[in-house]
């Protein structure tokens, strides 16, 4: 496997690890060693083919693996037997037995103490994944929601300190809960010590940004980019009067794009990640990699070196804290979001995409009642690596983007921009019957293109239909929301509820007022915690005790149903009526469950009057008819009408054989 030169070259840094901190025996040191080894040949050709143009790429690549070294010095002992433990069962992630919450501390529980005695409401609802949003020091003021950092290894110090991150991690780990941080990978804050260093004219540092001193270069890269936020921050590259240059700047113009072109940026943000890893967090969501890398005439999104740069970090992390999980946050182009996964087990990036393409797709399904898009965009995906999950959502801190591709929307014979067009009419609650309360975010006037705000209440209609006391669209809207929640509850892969979604939290229109925030419409989905309204998920008949209890029993049936782990076992069913969406669920070989689980037929009806399904579906998927097959969301029999399934209106069955477990 090695040639000779790769050899020595590995035997000589191990050499120098060991005259400078002793010699490497014992059980963790020798964990370090056959795990560098393992992945020495591929880190190094990674790196090589990364920094081709460079002649001192050699002095580089020393100085990564030597950091991976002190790295794994300072990696707690407990973490390291946690490590030990997830490589022996390296599916473990992939288990029905995990839901997730995606919440701002500052709107959850104020910081970090005041979180630790609301864990027992995310257990009271059955989740046991909590993704905290940025908690990473940010400037205050302009900051992005905390994407704009300025010192990767403090908290903010509204929230606590790096100590109660470490301490919450131990307690999360005792209840056998699992937390997720932020790493934001693409751009730092202008007010992070690097950039302050450029702007004071140290060149070491303007070298770790993309600074140019005049506007050939930017516009070079300008005629090919496009950009991500073009109401508020038009432009990739940002004027800095006091250098007289201009910087890459891609999504604000207070977050500086991190130039890797540079191994030093590279080695440090390395040495961020592990240092994240080494405080107890069990999964890292690496923000926006779709654009780690920029190349004139291009994009500048999912190029191959943004991929060797995710390839790099994934296998430091398999020598350092191989139990640490990767969340890839490309939310780009459905046959673009697989590839984060890496093609193969030997090719690993991330562990975990968000499935961007079924969050958008329900949207869709729901405004135009029909599942035929969602089928076919869903059925045509490259099939993921087994190993690698989803996270299934149905809303995050973000804006909702249609990205679809058009080719399919002309394959159901639609025509793609007028279908765009009317998504973004519905859910602004401009199209005639649409009860949804969303806003345009980032409206293109060339080309109208926009994105959707707005929380999964409003946007499912309950906030309207509350406003004008409309019981029958009450209804409906309550329907929607959990009909939603069971697709992602049992689709494959990790759900995740974004907080307050799960007591139909609407739209919180007091951002407009904050001077900061104004401009930024995805804050009206991004509510403070409603604790009274809260409270009334007790009171039997409320809308919250309708919504919270519907998720408790959804993840209750989840974590009952080892069929529902995440081994690609999840098929679209054929069904003849195009409102309903119909997918199996059933336990691969390798998921070792196959003696003790059935299957799942899940149908979903998307629209708001009773639909009917020919009963031999059931046959076709091997139900047994004699033994009877049952619903398990509602514990009884489906409802038929001679050799037709009922579905009442945004109805869902989860059906399985009675003899099932
Ligand atoms: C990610 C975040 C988004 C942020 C952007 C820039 O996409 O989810 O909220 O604005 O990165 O960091
Ligand atoms: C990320 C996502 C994009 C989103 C943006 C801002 O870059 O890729 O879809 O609109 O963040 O929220």
């Given at each position: 496997m090695y040639g000779n030169t790769e050899y020595s070259l590995l035997s000589d840094i191990l050499d120098e690890i060991e005259e400078k901190h002793g010699k490497l025996t014992g059980r963790s040191s020798r964990d370090f060693v056959i795990r560098l080894s393992t992945n020495f040949s591929v880190l190094r050709d990674l790196f090589m083919s990364l920094y081709d143009q460079r002649n001192d790429r050699e002095k580089h690549f020393r100085q990564l693996i030597l950091s991976l070294y002190s790295k794994y010095r300072k990696r707690p002992k407990d973490l390291r037997r946690q490590d030990r433990a997830r490589e022996l069962d390296h599916h473990w992630l992939l288990d029905q037995k995990w839901t997730g919450m995606t919440l701002y501390l500052e709107h959850f529980a104020k910081d970090l103490s005041g979180f630790q005695k609301r864990i027992s409401y995310l257990e009271e609802l059955g989740t046991n994944l909590v993704h905290l949003m940025p908690v990473l020091k940010s400037p205050p003021g302009e900051n992005d929601g905390g994407y704009a950092v300025s010192d990767y290894r403090k908290v903010n110090p509204e929230f606590g300190k790096m100590s109660d991150i470490r301490s919450l991690a131990k307690i999360l780990r005792k209840r056998d809960m699992l937390l997720t941080l932020d790493l934001v990978l693409n751009h730092t804050s202008r007010h992070h010590k690097w950039a302050k260093k450029a702007l004071k004219g140290n060149k070491k540092y303007q070298d770790y940004y993309y600074m140019f001193d005049d506007r050939l270069i930017p516009d070079q890269f300008e005629a090919h980019m496009t950009d991500?936020?073009?109401?508020?921050s038009p432009g990739n590259f940002t004027y800095q009067k006091v250098l007289n240059k201009w910087v890459m700047t891609v999504f604000h113009h207070y977050q500086w794009d991190l130039n890797y072109r540079n191994p030093r940026v590279l080695i440090e943000m390395v040495d961020v990640l592990l240092y994240l890893a080494n405080q107890g967090v069990d999964m890292i969501r690496l923000d926006a990699p779709a654009f780690l890398w920029k190349e004139i005439g291009t994009n500048c999104q999912n190029l191959q070196q943004a991929h060797t740069i995710l390839k790099l970090m994934k296998r430091c992390a398999e020598v350092v804290a191989p139990g640490v999980k990767f969340i890839a946050e490309a939310v780009v182009a459905p046959s673009e979001i697989v590839k984060y996964f890496g093609a193969s087990d030997k090719d690993h990036e991330c562990d975990v995409a968000y499935n961007a393409t079924l969050m958008a797709l329900i949207w869709e399904s729901l405004a135009t009642t029909k599942v035929n898009l969602l089928n076919k965009s869903i059925g045509n995906l490259p099939v993921k690596p087994i190993g690698a999950t989803w996270i299934n959502y149905v809303r995050c801190h973000d804006d909702i983007g249609f990205g679809f591709d058009d080719e399919y929307i002309y394959q159901i014979g639609s025509d793609a921009k007028l279908h765009r067009a009317f998504l973004l009419d519905y859910y602004t609650g401009k199209f005639h019957s649409s009860y949804a309360n969303g806003a345009l975010f980032m409206?293109?006037?060339?080309?109208?293109d926009a994105r959707i705000s707005g929380t999964l209440a409003s946007l499912a209609g309950l906030e309207k239909s509350l406003e004008r006391r409309e019981p029958k669209q009450i209804e409906n809207s309550l329907r929607k929301i959990i009909l939603t929640n069971a697709v992602i509850m049992s689709f494959g892969g990790l759900p995740m509820i974004y907080s307050g979604d799960e007591i139909g939290q609407c739209n919180d229109y007091s951002y407009q007022k904050d001077p900061v925030r104004g401009y930024d419409n995805r804050w009206m989905h991004r509510p403070v915690m409603n604790w009274e309204s809260a409270q009334k998920r007790g009171e039997v008949g409320s809308i919250q005790h309708r919504i919270f209890t519907a998720l408790q029993k959804l993840i209750r049936i989840r974590k009952n149903s080892p069929e529902w782990a995440d081994f690609n076992s999840c098929k679209l069913v054929f069904c003849e009526n195009q409102h309903i969406l119909a997918y199996l669920r059933f336990s691969g070989?390798?998921?070792?469950?196959a003696d003790q689980a059935g299957q799942t037929l899940v149908l979903a009806n998307f629209h708001p009057s009773v639909q009917f399904l020919k009963k031999d579906i059931l046959f076709r998927y091997g139900f047994d008819m004699n033994m009877g097959v049952i619903d398990k969301y509602t514990g009884k029999a489906p409802k038929y009408h001679l050799d037709l399934l009922e579905l009442q209106p945004y109805q869902f069955y989860f059906i399985s054989d009675k003899t099932g477990h």
């Open positions: 991500v936020f073009p109401t508020s409206l293109n006037p060339a080309n109208g070989a390798i998921s070792g469950a």
